[in-house]
């Protein structure tokens, strides 16, 4: 007998919804939200999928699939700010933080979503209320990754001209569990091809930060607690074997051609290079990136037993975070329960 997956999708939308009554958790389980469905006279969609295999394919044709290549993202900010969905912690402004007594550790997030109408919901809410429409593999998928992130080790693209290697560097850190990646001063006036299948997609599950300027982003990195690591080729540049890589890194690489500028040497905490025994004496800058990020990640394993470290709770946010960026259909869903919820304790 074939094997069937039946997902619920229930549509809430005509419920009237009252702002969040206080900052203090509400709780509300799905079987409770589900027990009160069939008396609003609500529909329900199911599909049932022949084998596990194509439940996932057909999985992966509904997941949204954003038009946006690398180049939209980058230039345009709302594009970037448009892929994080749970609540950010605000940048420190200017006499907030102290350069000498920077955050012991840094995590982006806040317990919160905040929909449409102004309601707050937490993590374990939208776990709770998305899971069930996303299939098992897919969670499985989402937890496995969760459990190899880190917000540790950071990285820095300065200046690059070629969304090619930008892109080719998102894949590297999707696939190293480097979460962070910052983007400093792009010129969006020159004309670049679209490299969504160089990235793979991986820039929809990265946070990405933009930046205007170096100093502006070597600033806040400093206070979340980084040290900022420059590759460079000099003498007092620091062989990445030698690094202990446990300790939280931004790890910044160049232009294509002219590298690293100089403000951003100066800037750094330390030069570091890749030993090379060739003839060249330079990596392509993705291929430098991918490198660093891979020396990074052995070596935090090699110290450490693992590279992911988030908390319990920060891997609860994330995952949160990683189920609304799912698809479309997933923001729906949390939106319509959020608006039953009210409802209900209304």
């Given amino acids: 007998m074939s094997a069937c997956k039946t997902l619920f999708c229930a549509s809430l939308s005509s419920f009237k919804c009252t702002p969040y009554p206080s900052p203090r958790s509400l709780s509300l389980s799905l079987s409770s939200l589900l027990h009160h469905l069939p008396h609003a006279g609500l529909?329900?969609?199911?599909?049932?999928?022949?084998?596990?295999?194509?439940?996932?394919?057909?999985?992966?044709?509904?997941?949204?699939?954003?038009?946006?290549?690398?180049?939209?993202?980058?230039?345009?900010?709302?594009?970037?700010?448009?892929?994080?969905?749970?609540?950010?912690?605000?940048?420190?402004?200017?006499?907030?933080?102290?350069?000498?007594?920077?955050?012991?550790?840094?995590?982006?997030?806040?317990?919160?979503?905040?929909?449409?109408?102004?309601?707050?919901?937490?993590?374990?809410?939208?776990?709770?209320?998305?899971?069930?429409?996303?299939?098992?593999?897919?969670?499985?998928r989402f937890r496995n990754v969760v459990r190899n992130r880190s917000y540790s080790v950071c990285l820095v693209v300065e200046g690059l001209c070629d969304f090619g290697n930008v892109s080719a560097a998102f894949r590297s850190a999707d696939a190293l569990g480097v979460q962070s990646v910052h983007v400093v001063s792009f010129d969006a006036n020159k004309r670049y091809k679209?490299?969504?299948?160089?990235?793979?997609?991986?820039?929809?599950?990265?946070?990405?930060?933009?930046?205007?300027s170096t100093k502006e982003c070597f600033k806040i990195l400093k206070s979340r607690g980084y040290r900022i690591a420059t590759t460079h080729v000099g003498m007092d540049a620091v062989s990445i074997y030698d690094l202990d890589w446990?300790?939280?890194?931004?790890?910044?690489?160049?232009?294509?051609?002219?590298?690293?500028?100089?403000?951003?040497?100066?800037?750094?905490?330390?030069?570091?290079?890749?030993?090379?025994?060739?003839?060249?004496d330079s990596f392509n800058v993705s291929v430098a990136a991918g490198i660093l990020m891979h020396h990074a990640v052995c070596d935090r394993v090699s110290r450490m037993g693992h590279h992911g470290d988030l908390t319990v709770e920060e891997s609860q946010i994330l995952l949160a975070e990683f189920s609304l960026r799912h698809s479309q259909s997933a923001i729906s869903i949390v939106q319509d329960y959020a608006q039953r919820k009210a409802a209900i304790l209304s």
């Avoid at 049932?48 to 980058?74: F, M």
């Avoid at 907030?96 to 374990?124: H, I, K, T, V």
């Fill in 246 to 280: 446990s300790c939280p890194t931004a790890i910044v690489v160049g232009n294509e051609n002219r590298g690293i500028s100089d403000e951003a040497l100066e800037l750094s905490d330390l030069h570091c290079s890749i030993p090379m025994n060739g003839m060249v």
């Fill in 43 to 140: 529909k329900f969609t199911s599909r049932c999928y022949t084998s596990a295999q194509s439940a996932t394919s057909l999985e992966a044709i509904e997941e949204d699939q954003p038009n946006d290549t690398v180049r939209d993202l980058l230039t345009k900010h709302e594009g970037v700010s448009r892929l994080m969905k749970m609540e950010r912690k605000p940048l420190l402004l200017e006499g907030e933080f102290s350069e000498s007594e920077p955050q012991a550790r840094w995590f982006p997030y806040l317990d919160r979503y905040r929909c449409e109408n102004g309601y707050l919901m937490s993590s374990g809410e939208i776990i709770g209320a998305v899971s069930p429409c996303i299939s098992d593999v897919r969670q499985e």
């Fill in 194 to 212: 679209d490299n969504r299948h160089v990235s793979m997609g991986a820039e929809k599950w990265l946070d990405i930060e933009l930046w205007d």
